[in-house]
């Protein structure tokens, strides 16, 4: 039972526009929600993260965007960037506020110079 | 600050042996939380530690057991090993428990079961 999906394995984009990756969730008692960045050889690193009391929050080129109606989540990057090519995931609390994370299989972005 | 570090980065054991992974956390992370991520998909929870105690553990049987250390380090011993333990096994620390606190991932050591 996966309880965070990102049905897009993959995305490219060109460098300069905007890379949109997608995230949905089934747990309506989420309440909070990160964002992760995998470059290869690497652990993921944190990138951006949402309160359930928000839909938006925004960190220099990256913003996360939660729609709690419809279970969904974005994660924006405006301009992309080369450096950007790395796998995203979207992650969330387990139910109980604790911080085991349940995570999304992930997408890879490639940003093409 | 030093980052999170794992050892060793690679190993290849055969089904049936017992296998340890060792986590270095960051000075002053009380919480580490142990990961399996089988090629394909996200970072699946094994367990945690929080001050050297257990504080939760995920769908993982009795052979994937652990330990954590006063001196900010900690092991994930799996025993009996199968093909499908095969993965990229990461740790994580953090200063505490809240949903707030940043987890910091180590690099991850890849594991194959032959």
């Known amino acids: 039972d996966q309880q965070v999906k990102q049905n897009s394995p993959s995305l490219s984009v060109q460098e300069g526009r905007i890379s949109i990756l997608n995230c949905d969730y089934t747990n309506s008692m989420f309440d909070y929600f990160l964002w992760y960045k995998k470059y290869p050889a690497e652990g993921p690193t944190f990138l951006i993260s949402?309160?359930?009391?928000?839909d938006k929050n925004e960190d220099g080129r990256f913003t996360v965007f939660l729609n709690k109606s419809a279970k969904h989540l974005s994660l924006h990057i405006v301009p992309s960037q080369p450096g950007d090519s790395a796998v995203y995931f979207c992650?969330?609390?387990?139910?109980?506020?604790?911080?085991?994370?349940?995570f999304g299989k992930g997408t890879k972005l490639t940003v093409n110079p | 600050e030093t980052g999170v570090t794992q050892s060793p980065t690679h190993l290849i054991k055969t089904r049936g042996q017992q296998v340890t992974l060792r986590c270095s956390s960051q000075?002053?992370?009380?919480?580490v939380s142990w990961y399996q991520q089988a090629l394909g998909q996200g970072p699946q929870f094994i367990f945690q530690y929080y001050r050297e105690e257990e504080n939760g553990r995920g769908n993982f049987p009795p052979r994937f057991s652990g330990l954590q250390f006063p001196n900010y380090s900690s092991e994930l011993n799996v025993n009996a090993l199968e093909l499908d333990d095969s993965a990229l096994y990461l740790c994580?620390?953090?200063?505490?428990?809240?949903?707030?606190?940043?987890?910091?991932f180590g690099p991850g050591t890849r594991l194959l079961v032959l």
């Open positions: 000075s002053g992370h009380n919480t």
């Open positions: 949402i309160s359930s009391i928000k």
């Open positions: 994580a620390s953090s200063l505490g428990l809240a949903v707030q606190e940043t987890q910091y």
């Open positions: 992650a969330a609390p387990a139910s109980g506020g604790s911080e085991k994370l349940v």
